[in-house]
C-alpha cells in the first residue's frame, strides 16, 4: 500500500458509510410503505396495461385531489420476489397487482390481504359487472381477496390459413382431426405445431385442456382439493397419454424444447409459413401483430377453440388461461388509504374510459354487456371471438401453475417437460406428480 | 488495520451465514415468519433425487470445464506469449469475450443455437441445426462449450503472463543440447507453468461451483433437470418455489462444498509452498 492510511481513520469511515447505507435502507422502506401524505401506493407490471393504470391514476387524481393513487411499475420476474420480500418485511404497497390463484393464496394465509366480500357485496353493481368465472381467481372460501383490472387471456388454437389452404385442412374440431392433420402436415414438410417449450408453461397448456376436455373440471378440482391421489385421476393419465401420443407423432416443431416463449419465436414459426398452428394465450395474438403486422391484417391469422375429445366428459366450451390479472388490497394499509383504495378499485377501474383504453390496447376485460363497444375496436373480429369465448364458457378454469402453490406449479411444469421429452412415462408423470402433491 | 476488514466481513459474510444456517431449520416462503421445522430440510436436502442430481451435475460441470478450458487455454496462451507482431494482433481480437458480459453471452448463444432460426438455419448448415439447447443429452455440453468460450480468454491471459517470465536462457541452453520444440514445450515450458495452472485450475474449480447467470439465462436449468446444477437448483427452491428453509439448506451444501474443493486444492497442489520460480530453477 502507497500510503498509509490511519486506523482509525478507516473505523470511522466505514462506520459513517454503514449508518448511511442503513438510514437510506430505512427510509426507502417507509415510503415504499405508502404512508407518506401524496396518497396510497399501487404496484403493477410494467408490461401490458401500464397505460391504462397510468391514464387511469392520471384522471382519478385530478378529481380525487384528497385521495390519490401513486403508481410504481416493476418487469414481471423481478417484480414477483420483489413484492414477497416487501409484503414479508411489512412494507408492500396499499395495492398490488397479482394474478390469483395459489399464489395470491400465500398470501392470503400469511393474513397479508385485505377481505374485499364485504365491499363488493356492499355494491351489487360493481360486483355484477364482472364476469363470475373470473372473480373465482381470488376467492378463497367464499371470500374474495382481489378484482380483476385488465383484460381476460384465455388460451386458443391459432392457425397459418394460407398453410391450411395449401393442404386442403379445416381447423380442427377434435382431436381425432388434430392428428389427422398432424400427419397432413408432416407429409409436406410443414411443422404441424409449433410450442416455446424451453418455457415449460406453454406446455402446461395441452395438459390442462386435455384433462379438461376428458375428465371435464371436476378433475381438476379434485388436484386443487388437494385429493389424495388426485394426480392419478384415469383422466390426467388419458390426458398425460394423448401428449405422448401427439409428440411421438411428430406433432411438435423441431427444437420445440428449445424455443423460448417470451422471444416471440414460436409465434414466428407460424406467421413465416415453418409451422401450422400454435395453442397460447391470446396475448399472442398481440406478438403477431407486431411481428407481422401484415400478416395479419391480410387476415392469414386465424384462430379456434381447443379441439373436443370424443367420449370426454368436458364441454367444448370450457376455457383454460389466465382469468385476468387482479389488484389485492393490503391488509396492513390504514384505514385511510384502505378507503382511498376500495373507492378507485371501485369507481376508478373499468370504467367508460378504462375500458375504452384497455380495448384500444387490444384488451378484452371481463366486464358485462360490452358488444358495442367491442365492434367499434380495429380488430373487432378478434376481440368479439375471445369476448364471446370468455362469456359464455362453462367453466374457466386458471393455469395451473398459477392455480396450485408456487412450490407444486413448479414440480409440474418440470415434470410436465420431462414428459414431452419422453424422459418419463405417462404413468411416472401422475406417480410423481401425486407424490409431490403429498409432501 | 484489520479491524474495519474484520467488521466488514462479519457484517456481510459471517452474520448473513449464520441466518442462512438458522433458515435451513426452518420452513418459510418468505411471507410471514419462519416456522422451526428441525431436520426436516437437511433430510430432504441430503436425499432428494433433484439435489443430488444437481450436486452430481454441478461436479460434472467442474470437471468438464477443467478438461476442455485448460489444454485449450495453456496452448493458446503459450502461443500468444511469443514475439511476432501477428500474435499480437491476434490477440486483441482473441480477448474479446472478455469484455462481454454474461447474461449477454448468454442471449447470444440461445439465440445463435436456436433450431429454426439461429446460426444452422441462417448458414444452412444442418450439423449446426441440431437442437443444442432442447435436447437433454445436448444440452449440459452445449453450456460447457459456452462457458469455455467465455472463460478461456480470461486463462489464456494468465498463461500467456506466465509464458512470458520464462526465462529466455532456458530455452537457448535446450536448444544447444539439441531439444526440439516439442521436447522444449514437455521439459521447459510445463513445468515452469506449474504454478499457473495451479492458480488457473483453482479459479475453475472454484468458479465452476458459482456458473449461476449464465445457465439460468441459457437453459433455466432445463430441459427436464438437465442443466439444473447446484446454484440454480438453490435459486429455483428458493425464488420460484418459494421454499426458503430447503433454498438454504441447499446453499449451505454449495458453501461446504466449495470449502472442500479450495482446501483441497491448496493442500494437494502444494499452493500453500509456492516460492519464486526463479530461485528453485
Not at chain 2, 425464488?239 to 418459494?242: A, H, V
Given at each position: 500500500m502507497p500510503a498509509r492510511i490511519p486506523s482509525h481513520v478507516l473505523v470511522a469511515t466505514s462506520a459513517a458509510v454503514l449508518a448511511l447505507t442503513l438510514t437510506a435502507c430505512g427510509s426507502s422502506g417507509r415510503t415504499a410503505g405508502g404512508s407518506s401524505g401524496d396518497g396510497a401506493l399501487a404496484w403493477a407490471l410494467t408490461q401490458g396495461s401500464e397505460a391504462t393504470f397510468r391514464a387511469s391514476a392520471t384522471e382519478w387524481n385530478k378529481e380525487h385531489p384528497d385521495s390519490k393513487i401513486n403508481y410504481q411499475f416493476f418487469q414481471n420476474d423481478p417484480y414477483k420476489q420483489k413484492l414477497r420480500t416487501a409484503v414479508g418485511a411489512g412494507n408492500g404497497p396499499v395495492l398490488f397487482e397479482n394474478w390469483g390463484g395459489g399464489g395470491l393464496k400465500t398470501y392470503v394465509d400469511a393474513g397479508k390481504v385485505a377481505d374485499l366480500t364485504a365491499d363488493l357485496n356492499a355494491d351489487p353493481e360493481w360486483k355484477n359487472r364482472i364476469f363470475p368465472s373470473v372473480l373465482e381467481s381470488t376467492t378463497f372460501d367464499g371470500r374474495t381477496y382481489g378484482v380483476p383490472v385488465n383484460g381476460v387471456q384465455p388460451v386458443v388454437l391459432y392457425f397459418n390459413k394460407q398453410l391450411f389452404e395449401e393442404v386442403g385442412a379445416e381447423p380442427p374440431k377434435t382431436w381425432d382431426q388434430l392428428l389427422a392433420l398432424v400427419k397432413k402436415f408432416k407429409a409436406k414438410g410443414i411443422a404441424p405445431i409449433s410450442m416455446g417449450g424451453a418455457s415449460k408453461w406453454p406446455d402446461l397448456m395441452w395438459l390442462e385442456y386435455l384433462v379438461d376436455r376428458v375428465g371435464g373440471p371436476e378433475a381438476f378440482a379434485k388436484i386443487a382439493a388437494g385429493g389424495k391421489g388426485a394426480w392419478s385421476d384415469p383422466a390426467v393419465l388419458k390426458a398425460a397419454e394423448m401428449i405422448k401420443q401427439l409428440v411421438d407423432a411428430g406433432g411438435f416443431a423441431k427444437g420445440f424444447t428449445s424455443v423460448s416463449a417470451d422471444t416471440g419465436q414460436a409465434e414466428a414459426q407460424l406467421y413465416t409459413g415453418k409451422a401450422a398452428m400454435i395453442l397460447q394465450g391470446s396475448w399472442a395474438y398481440g406478438t403477431m401483430a407486431t411481428g407481422s403486422p401484415k400478416f395479419v391484417s391480410a387476415g392469414n391469422l386465424g384462430w379456434s377453440g381447443f379441439p373436443a375429445v370424443s367420449g370426454g366428459k368436458g364441454d367444448a366450451s370450457n376455457i383454460v388461461g389466465n382469468t385476468a390479472n387482479f389488484f389485492s388490497l393490503s391488509a396492513q394499509a390504514s384505514a385511510k388509504d384502505k378507503k382511498t383504495a376500495v373507492a378507485y378499485l371501485r369507481d376508478g377501474v373499468y370504467n367508460d374510459t378504462y375500458i375504452d383504453s384497455l380495448l384500444k390496447n387490444g384488451d378484452v376485460p371481463p366486464v358485462k354487456d360490452l358488444e358495442a363497444k367491442l365492434k367499434a375496436t380495429d380488430n373487432a373480429d378478434w376481440t368479439t371471438y375471445v369476448y364471446g369465448l370468455a362469456r359464455d364458457a362453462k367453466s374457466f378454469q386458471l393455469s395451473w401453475d398459477q392455480a396450485l402453490t408456487p412450490e407444486l406449479g413448479n414440480e409440474l411444469l418440470t415434470h410436465l417437460d420431462q414428459l414431452f421429452l419422453g424422459e418419463i412415462s405417462p404413468q411416472q408423470f401422475c406417480a410423481q406428480m401425486d407424490e409431490a402433491a403429498q409432501e | 488495520m484489520a479491524l474495519p476488514a474484520l467488521v466488514l466481513f462479519a457484517l456481510f459474510a459471517l452474520v448473513p451465514m449464520a441466518i442462512v444456517i438458522y433458515l435451513s431449520f426452518t420452513r418459510w416462503d418468505g411471507l410471514g415468519s419462519p416456522a422451526w421445522a428441525g431436520a426436516d430440510n437437511w433430510r430432504e436436502a441430503l436425499t432428494s433425487d433433484v439435489t443430488r442430481h444437481a450436486l452430481w451435475l454441478t461436479v460434472k460441470l467442474m470437471v468438464f470445464s477443467w478438461i476442455v478450458q485448460t489444454p485449450i487455454s495453456l496452448l493458446l496462451g503459450v502461443f500468444v506469449a511469443g514475439k511476432q507482431r501477428y500474435r499480437a494482433l491476434f490477440a486483441v481480437f482473441y480477448f474479446v469475450p472478455l469484455l462481454i458480459s454474461t447474461a449477454a453471452i448468454a442471449v447470444i448463444f440461445k439465440n445463435l443455437l436456436d433450431p429454426n432460426f439461429g446460426l444452422g438455419a441462417a448458414l444452412k448448415l444442418p450439423v449446426l441445426g441440431q437442437d443444442w439447447l432442447g435436447d437433454p443429452q445436448l444440452a449440459f455440453y452445449a453450456v460447457v462449450f459456452v462457458i469455455a468460450w467465455q472463460f478461456v480468454p480470461f486463462h489464456t491471459l494468465l498463461y500467456q503472463a506466465g509464458a512470458r517470465q520464462i526465462p529466455a536462457s532456458l530455452y537457448e541452453a535446450a536448444s544447444i543440447d539439441g531439444a526440439g520444440r516439442l521436447a522444449q514445450f514437455w521439459h521447459i515450458t510445463l513445468p515452469q507453468l506449474r504454478y499457473t495452472i495451479v492458480t488457473s485450475s483453482t479459479l475453475m474449480v472454484v468458479g465452476s461451483l458459482t456458473y449461476f447467470d449464465l445457465v439460468f439465462v441459457l437453459t433455466g436449468g432445463g430441459p427436464g433437470y438437465a442443466t439444473r446444477i447446484l446454484p440454480l437448483d438453490m435459486y429455483i427452491t428458493g425464488?420460484?418455489?418459494?421454499e426458503m428453509g430447503l433454498a438454504s439448506a441447499i446453499s449451505v451444501v454449495l458453501v461446504v462444498a466449495g470449502l472442500v474443493v479450495s482446501l483441497a486444492l491448496v493442500r494437494f497442489s502444494g499452493f500453500s509452498r509456492m516460492r519464486s520460480q526463479q530461485a528453485g530453477m
Open positions: - | 425464488f420460484q418455489s418459494n
